[in-house]
């Protein structure tokens, strides 16, 4: 029992229940104690503790491309020959030289196929590094979190825009 009722203000809401005392023919007493259980119940629900707005931003930027470019181009070479064959000379390659034979008939009191030059070709690769300046778009996001009272649609709904002014094709 609380002594005071400031005591009695602040116990928790206990209930008290009488117990139940019957004599048994041994001449005791047996007393009876209601057993008491707690049921806990738990609630949920929807608080709104605030919102947030998203914000895209395109801008233009100004950037330099760097990249090594590689190319290809064949050197030729003509060699004057001179020399007399009985049949074309077909096109070889001696290591990286591609080797053209190119003939003319010459009309003598005999007909002979002399080598005039043969062309030599070959392959030279290079590499250049450039720089360009060039423009590309990017998009920012700005977040900003908003109070509940701040909220212009109720909870739960999403507004959506296109946010394309300021942006470019």
């Known amino acids: 029992m609380p002594a005071s009722p400031e005591q ?3 116990a928790p809401d206990v209930e008290l229940v009488p117990t139940s005392s019957r004599l048994l023919a041994s001449g005791r007493t047996e007393e009876v104690i209601p057993l008491v259980e707690e049921v806990l119940r738990l609630d ?3 608080v709104e503790t605030g919102r947030v707005r998203v914000s895209l931003s395109t801008e233009t930027v100004e950037e330099t491309l760097r990249e090594t470019l590689r190319s290809r181009r064949a050197e030729v070479v003509r060699v004057p020959v001179g020399r ?3 049949e074309v000379p ?3 390659q001696e290591g990286d030289v591609m080797i053209v034979p190119v003939v003319e008939e010459e009309l003598v009191v005999a007909r002979r196929l002399i080598v005039r030059e043969e062309i030599r070709l070959r392959l030279v690769d290079s590499e250049e590094s450039v ?3 060039v ?3 990017v998009q920012r996001a700005t977040v900003e979190r908003l109070a509940p009272e701040q909220a212009t649609s109720p909870a739960g709904a999403v507004a959506w825009t296109d ?3 300021g942006s470019q094709p």
């Open 90 to 92: 077909a096109t070889r």
């Open 44 to 46: 949920k629900r929807i």
């Open 8 to 10: 009695a203000a602040a």
């Open 163 to 165: 946010n394309t002014e």
């Open 84 to 86: 007399e064959v009985t």
């Open 135 to 137: 423009e590309r778009r």
């Open 131 to 133: 720089e360009r300046p």
